[in-house]
Nanobody, 126 residues
Framework: VQLQASGGGLVQAGGSLRLSCAAS????????MGWFRQAPGKEREFVAA????????YYADAAKGRFIISIDNAKNTVNLQMNSLRPEDTAVYYC????????????????????WGQGTQVTVSS
């Protein structure tokens, strides 16, 4: 599976961005898709996840109520709509995929994901 993230950029606090992750080479496996982010000097952290078949979702506390993860089956993409952005949301955002159909969307560990995209920079100015 190859993942290509896009949609990052510079936005003012309170603004919105929509990230997309194009997944190619995916088999019929029921993938778990995740978004993570990594700020300078910090560890990569979980943002949100969704199950491809059911659309079930799970969010980190920092993302709840502001971010929405969604799956577009027709386009084979996973999107992250980010609203009410804050300077502390500034980071490189990565999409990730896990082909295990039995894994939980609530598993936040980076090690539980097998495939990673290249990352897209999100910068929120105050």
């Amino acid at each position: 599976v190859q993942l290509q993230a896009s949609g990052g950029g510079l936005v003012q606090a309170g603004g919105s961005l929509r990230l997309s992750c194009a997944a190619s080479g995916r088999t019929d496996s029921d993938y778990r898709m995740g978004w993570f982010r990594q700020a300078p000097g910090k560890e990569r952290e979980f943002v949100a996840a969704a199950r491809w078949s059911t659309g079930s979702t799970y969010y980190a506390d920092a993302a709840k109520g502001r971010f929405i993860i969604s799956i577009d089956n027709a386009k084979n993409t996973v999107n992250l709509q980010m609203n009410s952005l804050r300077p502390e949301d500034t980071a490189v955002y990565y999409c990730a995929a896990d082909p295990d159909p039995y894994s939980s969307v609530q598993d936040r560990l980076t090690s539980s994901y097998h495939y990673w995209g290249q990352g897209t920079q999100v910068t929120v100015s105050s």
